[in-house]
């Protein structure tokens, strides 16, 4: 399935395809703030509809994550990284997504400040 998505005001605006079948809620410093429930797929699975220079870049600690957010809303969709096998990928706010239950998705709580 395809989904679409974006930032409040639409500067940012994406897609993604896959099969929506569980979140995951961080406890992490920046998780916990920003209140983001997280789909991780490969990161040929998420298509940026607007120009990547609307887009503004966050890295705190390892570096390892770009935290991608809107410069004129503040809110962050998605996020950019690679998975511990070395393999490219996106994690997708699905608060950010179009016409998504957030009450049907089930959410894996994962403790992101024991690491």
Known sequence: MTYQ??????????EVEG??????SCNCSICSRKGALMWFVPAAQLR??????GLATYTFNKHRIQ???????GI?????GTD????????VNIRCLEGVDLESVPVQQHDGRAQ
């Not at 099969?19 to 995951?24: G, P």
């Open 5 to 14: 998505g974006s930032c409040h005001c639409g500067q940012v605006r994406f």
């Open 19 to 24: 099969e929506l079948k569980q979140a995951m």
């Open 48 to 53: 940026l509809l607007t120009p990547e220079d």
């Open 67 to 73: 935290h991608r957010f809107c410069p004129s809303c």
């Open 76 to 80: 962050h969709p998605f996020g950019e």
């Open 84 to 91: 511990p096998k070395g393999n490219r990928m996106a994690a």
